[in-house]
């Protein structure tokens, strides 16, 4: 492999690792209430404008949306400041619900659950924990394969945390992450069902006291803030449309 394709594969690479933080810190509980929160409010403005879009003339219509888009972009902004991510809202064409979704601009969309780069696609199955890949077969096959390879990699890496492998060398900054970040969902899902530190240690073949110190420092980057930092690249304002 050159040069070239090398620095390609490096920064590919490390998107991957940003999407699979992205999509570990939006899973979340801290993420999701405040998510939540926000269409919540939304969806009670989207109330309160709901009849006067149904009987707006064209030229009226105009400027009630324009009202909309203000007062959701503020809602959106408060989002944005307690969580770092920026939003597309999506309403439905007859203003009945709207859905919310991270505005990422990277490559992969996790949050559909479908990670793509040019033709190349792959779904993921979360019950089965099994993953498809689809390849065109115009394009090269090589180029193709180690992009499905680096996909296959970051999926992995959410799924199991991208730190239980046995003989690992030292992990990389955004590896390390991905893993504190995996260990702070397990430990929510254990609070969830009532398990104790003791239960999901074992589970993660970890002593306590490691389990415990990686749930902090993920803890501590997500209350702080300082886990923007290490998100994909996302749009640079908050979006409303209609669906």
Sequence with gaps: MNEEKQG??????????????????????????QKEAARKALITLLGEYHSEFSGATPPMYKKIW?????????????????????????????????????????????????LSQESLTMSYDQTK???????????????????AKQKLLSKRQVISGGAFIKGSSEKKPLDRIIQELFIYLKREESQHSKKTWKDLAD????????????????????????????????????????K
């Excluded at 689809?134 to 394009?139: A, T």
């Excluded at 090269?140 to 992009?147: A, F, G, H, K, V």
């Design 8 to 33: 390609i594969s490096k920064a590919w690479k490390e998107t991957l690792s940003r999407v699979a933080i992205a999509e570990l810190y939006c899973r979340t509980d801290y993420y999701i209430h």
């Design 66 to 114: 324009k009202n909309f888009q203000n007062k959701s972009r503020e809602v959106l902004k408060v989002l944005t400041d307690r969580t770092g991510v920026h939003h597309v809202c999506f309403v439905e064409p007859d203003y009945s619900d709207l859905t919310l979704l991270a505005n990422f601009e990277a490559e992969s969309l996790p949050f559909e659950e479908k």
């Design 129 to 147: 924990k099994r993953v498809t890949l689809s390849f065109d077969p115009k394009r090269n096959i090589d180029d193709q394969l180690e992009s």
């Design 203 to 242: 589970e993660l073949d970890l002593k306590m006291g490691t389990a415990q110190k990686k749930f902090k420092k993920a803890k501590n980057l997500i209350l702080s803030g300082e886990i923007r930092k290490y998100l994909p690249p996302q749009a640079p304002s908050d979006t409303i449309l209609i």
